[in-house]
Structure formats: structure tokens, C-alpha cells
């Protein structure tokens, strides 16, 4: 197991490396020039030059790559061109959000999905699977922002029953808070609870129709020992996989998720940073989140092998 | 009839009862924009601006018209017949508010100082870059004095980023300051959740009229149709901007309305003046005469929130004129198409391309233009970019033409100077190219003086011939619209969209 861990490590580096000159040359590739776009229709020349030379935008680009690439990897963003703070820190503060909403959103879509596919399965080609399936396809192709706008006439304006936008304040209670993260979840789950309940469905129906379920059928087992014992618990292997990756799809769905609710999360500065032409600040976010989907990554493949012998052994001896 | 006046005056009393403003009330402001600074000095965008107003003060300040400039914490102020020299009074007994490393002491001279040299050295977008030093003449009194003659001065003083801050607290909490904010205004920030809320209460020492409120809550809502929802379900009671498209949900909701106010922005098509099509007037011509202007205002602001403009002064600006339309071509595609026949296109159409941002409103206009021009014999391709494309493109004239959007002070000076003095060829401002000796006479006219008559007659001046030599076809002026609460007392919009809640003749409260 160790030495699994250790190579799917050692694998990463190219990976991460390859992340952070991407980052670095998709920001040199847009067009326009940061500083004169920051700076204002009344920057001189000479401002802007002056400017170039602080953010060191007038070297050689391999000279700026080297420098850039050691600062990441002393864990050093840079400096955000408009809020003028160390982007690491600016990313540090909205985490928290950002990853609490993403897990609420996933313990909705694994809480409803998950049964969801196993009803479905269980009853194959009855009307609740039509139901399931035609949910979960809709589920699928709801856009966020559309959901998000429903969700907030239906649940704040029309029935007032929570509120629309914004974090709770801590010092008016749990619910508070809670309240605040109801609907964000809600419209940022659905996305993941279609993925879930097909995939659990298709997984369930796989198992259930293997051999040694219908030994145990004949053996005389009861239905709900087979079904829960054997069936759910081998069906719900690749079903992990499928939720470890969802979380990364639930981090970049946060970011319209967070406009909506105007939620201070990593989505809103990423969407803040674009408008206002952040450069330093995309880049890092833009690294940051693809580190952190990469370590997502990794953790379910560790998992996966571990919930998986199979995996394991592929790499014994080697 | 006896009886009639005496009801009338017990009525009149128990009304003003009802409408006493009381010391109590508490606000809560939604704002599509987030502020990213408290640094007077650091800021680069109106939200920051707006937050800011309420710790720092400047020397004078616009009212809540934007019309006309009021004293603060200057009392009263000079100015040396080249225009070069301005010598300010200062208030008496203006106290900062009390921070860690100072304990509330008194605004002298040397603090003007100081902060006019802290924004001239680390403001980013070079701020007082007119400057070029200030002399502390007595305690009370202090010179600033210009690297050249320049009238809207004053304007540029109203601006908080020429705040007077407090240089014990600069000092102590160098780039901390910006979440430590220390200044002389009429509230104290209490709470700065960044991405979330700010909460501000009042400064119970402050030196002037004492504010009706005693809290402003900011919430940030980036999406302007759920700030328009937070409005309508009571969690906020101003919003900062209102879409044409929600316009008919806040007048359907008895407690709440929306308050316009002409605004201090232009939206245009600029042509190029150097190369293309474009460089023949004929063309110039047929292209405003092929346009249906109020129709394609009708188009996109279905609800009024936008009006059709006519010059690039807009009515926000205290030198708007009223009878600009007489400058203006006016609607005739037959003209139009006479006139493409006489520059040589017959029987071929003009082929142009107009770049756009990605905004919706503009590129929904460069559609319109689009198909009105396609009658009268223009073949017309719209080009959408991302911001960085679009300036790279049309400040350096590469674009045959292309829509562009200013907003900016209500000085005429902002809306003139940098979209049509020769000097700013090459900027995004004049990204045509356009170049008239005699407008850029009479910008520096302008510049010149500071009878703001006489200004307002040379910027008029300037207007007329930019309009006549047809280079630049104005779009609209949106309308500036605030949702409000009908809760909310002694509020009016301001050109600038800036929400102002305590100004010279403005002390908002809420009614219970």
C-alpha cells in the first residue's frame, strides 16, 4: 500500500508542473496589457512603464517563468493587483465557504442520489425507474445559475421561508448560519445527485445480476440481507470513484453557485478577479484549484485501493 | 373654513411626528459591486469608493446632485489667477477618529500634506498627478500648488481618493491600514467580512451635523437580479443598480419604488479617423443618418432606464446641454443612401467592422446598427471581445469603429479632455484618432478657467464642432436606478451611482 501511495505521488510531479506553466501561459496569452488595463485611461506612458517594472513584466518570459515557478513552489501566489494582498492569503480566507459548500452539496446528492439509484435498480423497468432516471437526467442539464434564481423566488420570496443571499452571522444562532447554506447546496447538489443516482442504478443493476446473487438467492437467503449486504456494499465501489470526483466538479460549480448566492467563496473572487482583470490573482486561483482538484484525485485513487484490493496487488512486487 | 386650517395644521403635526427622523435607525445597503480596499489612497473602483466615504472626508464634496462643490473640511479656499496655486482654510477643531496609534487629535495643515504627497507617491492609478507640491503655510492654512493650470481641480478634490488620513495610523499599520481605517468622517467601520458584508457605525464625535443613522449594513450581491430579489424580500433596503428587466417587479411591490436620476455617463460608436470608410464624411453621415436612435434606445431599455443621447456631456454633468439635440443629424436613410451614392459605394455596399466588449447592451446595439445600416447600404460586421482584446484593438485605431461606454466626474473636463484632445490619440478614450485644433483650443480653454460659465460655454463649444465633424455617434445615457425602500427618508440617487447617505444636504434615516 505504501509503495502505491508513493509512486502515485512521484507521478504527480510532472502533472504539477505541467499545471503551473499553463497557469503561468494562459495569463500571457490573454490578450491586452495588465498594467494599462489597471492603471486607467489616465496613466502616462511612463506610469505604465514604471508599473511593468514593479510586476517585472519587462523581462525575458523563460526569466519570468523561473521566477514565477519559484515562488509557487515556496508557496508564494503573488500579489493581487487590486486588493494589493498576498493572493494565498485572499484564497486561505474563502475557503472555508468554498469547501463547506461543496461537502453540503455532496451530502445531498449522496443522501438522495444513492437511494435514489438503488430504488431505481431494485425496481427495473417499473415506473419509479422511469422516474428516477427522467429526474436525474434533469437533474444533469439544470443550469446552476437557473436553479439557483428558481430556488430563491420559490423558498425567500414567495414562501420566506429562508433567506436569499449572503453568509448567516454566527451570533444569531446555528440556524442562522445553516439557513444561509440550505439553498446553495440545494442548487449546487442536484448537479452531482443525477450523477450519483444513474450511476448507482447502472452499478446496482450490474451486481444484481451477477452469480453469486443468485447463489444467495438460492441459498434462501432474506431479500434485504442480500440486497444490503451483499449487493449495495459491491455496487457502491465505482460509486466512490464517481463521488471523489463530483467534489471537484462541486469546487468549480461553486463559482456560479456563490455569484447567486453571493456567498464569499473562492467562486466569487475568481468571478471578482476576471471583471476586474486581477491577472495575479486568476493565475493563482486558477493553480491553486487545479492543485487541489489533483489532490482530490489522488485521495479517492488511495481510497479506491484500499476499499479495492485488486488495485493493491497490481502494484506489489513492482 | 377656520375649522379646515386647524385640522389641517393638527394634521400637518401629527404627520411631521410620524416623519421624525430619529437617532436610531439602521440601513442596509445592497451593492452588486465588492469592494476590494479602505485605502483611500489604494482604491480603483466606485464600490471601495462608496464604503469609504463614510470613515474618510475630503477638503470639499459634491452634493448629492453632483452639481455643485461644497466646503468640508477645507472652510473655504483660493485660487491664483494662472490657476496654479490653490490655498485652502481649514475647518477648526475637525478631530480624527480615535485608531491604536493616535487618540482622536486635531486635522492641521501638515496632515493635508501628508496625504496628498501618500496619494501622489503609492495611489496606483497616479492620483493628484497634477500636483506638484504642497506648502504648509500656517496651522490651519495649506497651498497646493499645480505643475500646470488646471480648473477641475476642485473635482479631482472631491474625490476620496484625496482624503486627508490620519500619517500616525498610515505609518503604524503600513498596508494594514486598509483593514484599520482611520479618517475624520461621520462613521467608523466596525466589521469587514470580505466577498460578504461591512458594518459601519456612527462616529458619536464627529465635528458636523449629527447623522440620523447609527448603523449601515453593505451586503455584496454580485448578480444584479438577486439584489433586485433582496430589495423585494426586505433584506435590504437600497440597491445599487436596478436592470432595465426588473423594473416592472419593483413597481408591482407596494414597498418599494425606484429612484432615477440622469446619470454621468455616455455610451457611443467612435469611428476611426485615420484609415477605413470612416475617413470619408459622406460615410460618416450616411451612418448617423441610417440610424433610428430613439428606436434602438426603445430596443434595449424597453423600461426607461436608458435615453437616447445626442452629445457626449451627459445630463448627469453640471455643463450638459439641454438643446444638444440641435447639433444632430437626425434620422433619413433616404438621405443616407444618397449620400453612399455620392462617396462612390453604388451599387456596393460600405464594408465595415464594429468592435464591441462583452456587454450585452452593447453588443444588442451593434446588432441593431447592423441591420438599420444594412437598408441604407452598409454591410456591417460586429466583432465581440474579451476587455483586453477590445482595448488592444481600438487604441490603436485598428478598428473601423467600435462601441464605447465612459463614466467618470461630473466636470465636463472627463468627457471631453480625454475623448477628443488630440494629446489622447492612442488611448482608449480617443481610440479614433480624432484630432480638431480648434476642440483642442478650447479644452485648454477650459482647462484655463475656473468661472464655471464660461467653462460650461467652451465645453458646449467643443461639443457642437466634435458633433458636426461626425466622428461620434452617441448611444444612450443610462439612467442611474437605485431600488429603495419607501422606509427609506431623505434619499436621491447621484449621477455618479455613488449611494450617498450622509452628504452636504443629505442625512438619510429610516422610518420604522
Redesign the interface.
Known sequence: MGKYVAKRIIQLIPTLFFVILTAFLLMKLIPGDPAMILLGPQARAEDIARFRQQLGLDRPLPVQFLIYLKRVLMGDLGISLVYRQSVLSLILERLPVTITLSLCALVIAVSIGIPAGVMAAMKHNSFIDLLVTILALMGLSMPIFWFGMMLIIVFSLELGWLPAVGLGDPTKGLWDVVSHFILPSLALGILSTGTIARFTRSSMLEVLNQDYIRTAYAKGLRRTLILYRHALRNALVPVITVIGLQLGNLLAGAVLTETVFALPGLGKLMVDGIFRRDYMLVQGEVLFTAILYIFVNLAVDIAYAFINPKIRQTYRGV | MKRLAVSLIVLAFFASLVAAPSYDSVIRVGSDQ?P??MDPA?Y??LASAQVMRNVFETLVAYDADVKQIHPLLAESWEVSPDLKEWTFKLRKGVRFQKGKFQDGREVTAEDVKYSFERAITIS???RL?MVDHVEVLDRYTVKVVLKYPYAPFLTVLTDVGAAIVPKEECEGWK?QF?LHPVGTGPFKMVEW?????MVFERNEDYWGERPYLKQIIY?????K??LT??L??G?VDITSDVLDQDIPKLNANPNVQAMAVGGCNVYAVYMNSMKGPTTDKRVREAFFRGIDIEQLVKVIFPNGTGIAAYGPIPPGSWAYNPNVKSFYTGYDPEKAKQLLKEAGYDGKPVKMTIYTPEDPNRRKAAVIIQSMLKKVGFEIEVQSL???????VTSKADADAYTIGWTWYPDPEFFIF?MFHSSRKG???NGGGYNNPEVDRLIELGESSVDQEQRTQYYRKAEELIMKDLYYFPLWHKLVVNGVNKKVRGYKPSPDMMIRLYAPGTNVWVEK
Open positions: 465588492n476590494t480596499t489604494m480603483q473602483d496606483p492609478m497616479v498627478y498596508d486598509t467580512v470580505k466577498d460578504s458584508h451586503k455584496f450581491i454580485p448578480d437580479s438577486v430579489m433582496a423585494l424580500s433584506e474579451e476587455w483586453g482584446s477590445f482595448t488592444a480625454y488611448t482608449y478614450g
